[in-house]
């Protein structure tokens, strides 16, 4: 059964020695879909190199990350805007709010966010989304954004159940990770009450690692960690959680669009 990653940096320096090797252990384990977030245009050649290497199992997002927006925000959305017609890209992402790296450029932040969030109309993309210590700000620019066509994934949830509504009241998803099996993450006490349909598995490796790999470099298939919790937390079979979460996952990006 087909499990998804929906949010993964296997591009990144972290897997330069060992890449082949962590798709191979994640495709033995089902794991048959990566979707790579960008961040800023340095990492663009390096994501479509891997692409081109995993055409069927790799999916790209395109977007400036709200914590690599400095002085050249423009010129980095100006990228944005240039590449998003010339290969296809299955999201905009990831895009948002970031408090917790500084606010020095935070006016810019929000200006960077919504120009990211019309693009997306105007693509009929979905919109994956950073959100640190922003989490007000965030949504009331998406309730203030809400049209017809608006949809996405909040990344790395790690707000309280009241946001978890509003953000399912945008006709978003929750993106599941890591955070699910800290002891402090604390998502887990309310989880059940979401529906398992409002969901969508990812690592962000190689960041925030599931237990019993918390502190170590994460990496998707690890992913099984956080479908075990999930099971636990929903008193479902492992495969009732996949099932679903992989469905999810299609609906959101419409993989089988892609003409890479």
Same mark, same amino acid.
């Given at each position: 059964m087909e499990i998804v990653d929906t949010h993964t940096h296997l591009y990144l320096d972290?897997?330069?020695d060992d890449f082949d090797d962590v798709i191979r252990l994640s495709l033995e384990n089902n794991i048959s879909k990566f979707v790579f977030p960008s961040i800023s245009s340095k990492y663009y050649n %390096?994501?479509?190199?891997?692409?081109?290497?995993?055409p069927k199992n790799i999916f790209l997002m395109l977007g400036l990350h709200p914590v690599y927006v400095d002085k050249n925000y423009i010129q980095e959305l100006d990228f944005v805007k240039r590449l998003i017609d010339i290969n296809e890209f299955v999201a905009v992402g990831e895009i948002g709010l970031d408090k917790h790296w500084g606010t020095e450029f935070y006016k810019q932040q929000i200006e960077t966010f919504e120009i990211q969030i019309d693009l997306a109309l105007q693509k009929n993309l979905?919109?994956? /989304?950073?959100?640190?210590d922003a989490y007000e700000d965030v949504i009331n620019i998406l309730e203030k954004k809400k049209k017809k066509g608006l949809r996405g994934i909040f990344h790395c949830f790690t707000g309280t159940f009241e946001h978890a509504k509003r953000i399912i009241d945008l006709d978003f998803s929750l $993106? /599941? $990770?890591?955070?699910?099996?800290f002891k402090n993450g604390? /998502?887990?006490?309310?989880?059940? %009450?979401v529906s398992l349909k409002n969901i969508v598995l990812e690592t962000d490796s190689p960041y925030l690692a599931p237990v019993p790999h918390r502190g170590k470099r994460n990496e998707s298939s690890y992913i099984t960690h956080i479908i075990e919790k999930l099971s636990? /937390?929903?008193?479902?079979?492992?495969h009732k959680i996949i099932e679903q979460t992989s469905l999810n996952s299609h609906k959101i990006f419409n993989f089988?669009?892609?003409?890479?």
């Open positions: 972290q897997f330069d %390096k994501m479509i190199e891997c692409k081109r290497k995993y979905p919109i994956i /989304i950073h959100c640190r $993106g /599941i $990770g890591g955070v699910v099996t604390k /998502i887990d006490q309310f989880l059940h %009450k636990e /937390i929903y008193d479902l079979k492992s089988e669009s892609q003409n890479f």
